[in-house]
Structure formats: C-alpha cells, structure tokens
C-alpha cells in the first residue's frame, strides 16, 4: 500500500479551522471559472449581486396586498421572481397587470403585455395610468412562442439596457395552446393534456434562472378550475401543471365578491374584491386582504385603508361620523357622554379618501397605522391569516414560519 505523501495528509482532528476563511477560500474556486460559465457561488450576507435577494419590489395598486406579499412597507411583486396570479373570471386579475404595468412605466421601466386572451382595453389601461405607446403588446399563439418571446425580451433588453427594468406580464397560462393542441384535431388524449405540462416545466427551468440575476420582473395569470368529484378540501385548482406552481415566488389567488350599486341609480359600478397569498417566499402565507375595485379606475386603495382599520378598531363610528380616535384633533366634544373629551379627527365616511388626499399629517398617521398593524414581527401570529381547515401543510407551514421567523 502506497505511503501519503506529508503535504496531502488530512489536517489533525483537534487544529480549528477558521469556517469564515475557509467558506470564502471555497466561493472563490468555485467562481474561478466564473468568466466561462458565469457566477455560480456568493455569500448571501455580504455579497449584494446574490440571487435570491430582493432589492425592488412592483406596487400592484393596493397598498394593503403589497403589505401581505412582502410584510414590508413599499412592497409589491418581486422583482427578479416569478409572481402567478389566479382567479375566477372578473376577478380583477387582467386589471391587476395593467397597475403593475403603470407602475413599471412610472419607474422608467419598460412593459411586455402578452395577450392571448384578446381582452387588453387600451382606453381602460391609459385611465389606469399605463402608457400604451412605450408598452409592447404581444399576441403569440401558444406556449412555445410565448416562452420563445419571453426569452427574446431578456436577451435584447440585456443587451441594450442592462440596468432597465423590466415587466413581462403573460395573460393568460390557461388561455394559451400547446403547439400539438393546434395542429390536432379535437380529440382530448392525455398526451394533449400533458403537452402544456411538459412544455412550462421546461420554460421554468431556462427562465427562472436568468431572471434571478437580473432587473426582470415575470407575472403570470392564471384560470381556477373546478377538480371534479373532490369532496374535502379546496375543490379550486390552476391548470398548466405543477412547474409554475413550484418555481413560483409568490402566488395570488383573487376572488370576486359582492358587487358596489349606486343607491340612488341601482346602477352597479364596481365589485368588492379579497386578495389570498396561497404561497409566499418573501413572508408568511395564506394572508388575506380586501379591496374595491371600481370600473371607472381600478383599485380603490385608499377606501380599503378606512375598511381595514376600522375593523382593527382605529377608526370609530358614532352618531354618523368618524373618528381617528388616536389623532388628537384639538377639539372638544361639546354633547353626550363623551362631552369634554377629544375623540380625534372627525370626518365622514364618504370624505375619508379626499381628508387623506388633502391633509399630509391625517396620511402620514394612517399610514403609520398600517406600518403597526399589517407588518407581521417575528413571534407573532398574522391576524389576517385565513387557512384551509382541511389543509394540515397549510396550517404547518404559518406555523414554521411564524415560529422560525422565515419570513
């Protein structure tokens, strides 16, 4: 049996080894090659340029769903990760994408609106806020071709901008056809049903990765479908497969509620909508928020400030009128019990949107007020946490990260 060599002899069991040097030492190998292949090794606390860490986020027009994305304030869908957003039909999922495309615009970003649903109302999105002339619109005809563009779109804008952010918004997954469902007939065969399966899987795994590096935001929507014959359970599922499911960062299920009449003409004008995170990589899951939407001009983000601290007890209703009770207004209530208090500001309903517009020190408190309460500490339970009572892994997994402060 051969002898080894001194200089080859394993370090004795008792020297310390310095973990901090010797981590370093190892980063740099692995990128020695880095040039080739490009950078495969960071530290995720000191190395700025890592993957996986999120330094700009897209407001989606609600203040209170970029809360539950990111439980931070000034959040919105990430950027540099895959954000799906699901829903029924008139949920608000197309309307979403064009207050995710307006904002883009406003960074001085550019926007790719892939359409395949046919649905994009350009008079409706410039009322929005999106600029139609600097958008690029795009109508491919199946999945390949979309994965094709959106690859393009990275490559080129690279090229060109490489410090230009980017938005490429897919409408929809369900909508669009495998290449094989066009050119066959109408016969439904299982191969048809996991042509798009295999197809996004495939996508996922080339585009994933070079969006992490980059200043590109990917938002895709999505169909819900009923699974036939479940009994227990969530009976609502998106089609397309499991790939973008999994490499997705964030995943918005939106469901529409109650329509919004005007009392005097019974005329309908907008619909009641709530917001669930049904996966979040970026803090805990399974939040929920509500918002209106109206048809004139989307979200109506301030109104979903009063609706929200009112239930949480911040804003008190009496005789009529409102009252920020935790604002000291400098007035004195003159009747009933409370006669020689001050309540707060006090304010009407219906004026609540225009006294925040108006008056910067009445916003800057309610928006402190959302700071306080929407933002989850470690230690502490979401109070706005809605679970699927039959899902133990839903109910696990805010566990984990409540208690493990993963968020």
Same mark, same amino acid.
């Given at each position: ?19 901090? /040097? ?26 700025? $340029?890592? &993957? ?11 203040? #209170?769903?970029?809360? %539950? =994305? ?63 002339? +600097? ?9 390949? +071709?979309?994965?094709?563009? %959106? ?21 929809? =997954? ?7 469902? *066009?050119?066959?007939?109408?016969? *439904?065969?299982?191969?048809?049903? #996991? ?13 994933? !990765? ?19 014959? @479940? ?7 998106? &089609? ?30 907008? @619909?009641?909508?709530?917001?669930? =995170? ?6 805990? &899951? ?7 939407? #109206?048809?004139?001009?989307? =979200? ?37 019990? /409370? ?30 007020? #959302? ?8 230690? !502490?339970?979401?109070? $706005?946490?809605?679970?699927?009572? +039959?899902?133990?892994? $839903? ?7 409540? %208690?493990?402060?993963?968020?």
């Amino acid at each position: 049996m051969a002898k080894r060599d001194k200089d080859t002899d394993e370090a004795p069991k008792d020297q310390v080894v310095d973990s901090l /040097k010797l981590s370093k030492l190892l980063i740099n190998e692995l990128n020695k090659d880095s040039d080739k292949t490009g950078k495969v090794a960071w530290c995720l606390a000191t190395d700025d $340029d890592n &993957p996986t860490d999120v330094k700009e986020f897209i407001s989606t027009g609600s203040t #209170l769903l970029d809360y %539950i =994305i990111t439980n931070k304030k000034n959040g919105g869908v990430p950027v540099g990760k895959l954000t799906e957003i699901s829903g029924e039909e008139a949920s608000g999922k197309s309307l979403l994408i064009a207050h995710l495309i307006a904002e883009c615009q406003r960074r001085e970003g550019i926007a790719a609106y892939i359409d395949v649903e046919n649905s994009a109302n350009p008079e409706f999105m410039t009322r929005l806020g999106v600029n139609t002339k +600097e958008m690029i619109y795009l109508q491919p005809q199946t999945v390949e +071709e979309v994965g094709e563009m %959106i690859e393009k779109i990275i490559i080129m804008t690279r090229t060109r901008a490489p410090n230009k952010l980017v938005l490429i918004a897919w409408d929809s =997954i369900a909508a669009t056809p495998c290449k094989c469902e *066009i050119e066959g007939d109408f016969a *439904i065969g299982m191969d048809l049903q #996991l042509a798009k399966s295999k197809v996004l899987a495939k996508m996922m795994k080339k585009i994933t !990765e070079m969006i992490g590096k980059e200043r590109i935001c990917l938002v895709f929507t999505n169909q819900l479908k009923t699974k036939i014959g @479940v009994m227990y359970g969530d009976p609502m599922t998106t &089609p397309g497969g499991k790939a973008v499911p999994y490499h997705a960062s964030v995943r918005i299920r939106l469901n529409a509620g109650a329509k919004q009449k005007d009392e005097k003409t019974d005329s309908i004008y907008g @619909v009641h909508t709530s917001a669930k =995170i049904v996966k979040n990589r970026l803090g805990p &899951p399974w939040r929920k928020c509500e918002f209106d939407i #109206l048809f004139s001009s989307g =979200i109506d983000d301030v109104a979903s400030w009063f609706q929200r601290l009112h239930e949480l007890e911040e804003i008190e209703k009496a005789d009529g009128w409102c009252y920020l009770s935790k604002l000291p207004s400098g007035k004195l209530e003159d009747k009933g019990v /409370k006669k020689g208090l001050d309540r707060g500001v006090k304010f009407r309903e219906k004026g609540f949107s225009e006294l925040v517009k108006s008056d910067p020190k009445v916003k800057a408190f309610v928006l402190s007020l #959302l700071d306080q309460h929407m933002i989850v500490r470690y230690g !502490e339970t979401p109070k $706005d946490v809605v679970l699927d009572p +039959e899902s133990l892994m $839903d109910a696990e997994a805010v566990a984990d990260v409540v %208690i493990n402060g993963e968020a």
